[in-house]
């Protein structure tokens, strides 16, 4: 049974590219969400999203960062016109039902240059 | 908002030298408080949720209790594997998401 499936690992961006993060949840898990972790800081929530829905985004910048959870396939975070100030790493977690029994990723480290 | 602040930010040991990790909370009704266990370029791994004021749990050498304002991790006899970064979070009441401290680097020579 994989765990929290993110690619790629690493990513690199020159400043005004896009990056596009991507998730695979566990198996039987319906609930994602996003956490940035930037350097020396703890890891602050983006966005929650289920099977098609974006549940709660308050934590996402509202310009610039989207998220998706489509039907079929991974889970999404995309951020258009990267600054050097998205440089950190993201990660997903999953659950099967609501908040209990996060599961992490090992995460994304976007670095913008 | 919610505040999670962790102490010390790094604690050096000696293997067999046990110590405590703090977490000291805010949070308006809490659900849960959560310890994780974070390695160099890795996700944080789950270790303890605490739900109640007097609520110990144990795994192997770590050991997590909770107070109405702070929460303790209690390393025993550490050995060098034992070396990561420590996470706490919190969770309130009807919420999903996790409000995280800095975390404590604790590095443990042998």
């Known amino acids: 049974n994989a765990g929290v499936m993110q690619n790629p690992r690493h990513l690199v961006r020159r400043r005004g590219q896009e990056a596009r993060l991507r998730c695979s949840p566990m198996k039987g898990h319906s609930h994602v969400y996003w956490y940035r972790q930037l350097p020396e800081e703890g890891l602050k929530f983006m966005v929650y999203l289920q099977k098609e829905n974006i549940i709660d985004e308050s934590g996402m910048p509202k310009e610039r960062f989207s998220a998706e959870f489509p039907k079929e396939g991974p889970s999404i975070l995309r951020i258009q016109q990267v600054v050097r100030g998205d440089s950190a790493a993201y990660f997903c977690?999953?659950?099967?039902?609501?908040?209990?029994?996060?599961?992490f990723g090992s995460g994304t480290r976007l670095t913008v240059v | 908002e919610d505040q999670v602040t962790q102490s010390p930010e790094a604690l050096r040991l000696q293997e067999g030298e046990s110590s405590s990790l703090n977490c000291s909370y805010t949070?308006?009704?809490?659900?849960?408080l959560f310890w994780y266990r974070q390695d160099p370029g890795k996700g944080p791994e789950f270790l303890f949720t605490l739900y109640s004021a007097g609520e110990e749990k144990e795994k192997e050498r770590l050991k997590a209790t909770l107070t109405k304002k702070e929460s303790f991790l209690h390393i025993t006899a550490p050995k060098p594997e034992d070396s990561a970064t420590y996470l706490c979070a919190v969770q309130r009441s009807n919420d999903y998401k996790l409000s995280f401290g800095a975390g404590t680097t604790v590095t443990v020579r042998a």
């Open positions: 949070v308006s009704g809490l659900r849960g």
């Open positions: 977690a999953s659950s099967p039902v609501g908040p209990d029994g996060y599961t």
